[in-house]
Nanobody
Framework: QVQLVESGGGLVQPGGSLTLSCAVSGGAFINYNHQWFRQAPGKQREWVATITKGRNTVYLDSVKGRFTISRDNAKKMVFLQMNSLKPEDTAVYFC????????WGQGTQVTVSS
């Protein structure tokens, strides 16, 4: 059973930066493709980024060039570096694994506001 714990969210002004972290336990971390999702108030959860076990990355168009997903296999951690944040990035951010899609953490709140 995979357990995921997100952290690093907070309140930031437009144009600011945050780095989210996801600690993953259980399962075979090194063999997983890891993902970040987000859910804004009143909206459905949407996919944001994926990093494969081969470290290839794919991004939602609206975050491309601003967000960077990375992984540390030794520490079993996944990160999301977010730069040039916009108010529309406000959401609860969740990490997830493609291979165990039914497991979710509690999420971490990101609020972009002046």
């Amino acid at each position: 059973q995979v357990q995921l714990v997100e952290s690093g969210g907070g309140l930031v002004q437009p144009g600011g930066s945050l780095t989210l972290s996801c600690a993953v336990s259980g399962g075979a971390f090194i063999n997983y493709n890891h993902q970040w999702f987000r859910q804004a108030p009143g909206k459905q959860r949407e996919w944001v980024a994926t990093i494969t076990k081969g470290r290839n990355t794919v991004y939602l168009d609206s975050v491309k060039g601003r967000f960077t997903i990375s992984r540390d296999n030794a520490k079993k951690m996944v990160f999301l570096q977010m730069n040039s944040l916009k108010p529309e990035d406000t959401a609860v951010y969740f990490c997830n694994t493609l291979e165990e899609p039914n497991f979710w953490g509690q999420g971490t709140q990101v609020t972009v506001s002046s």
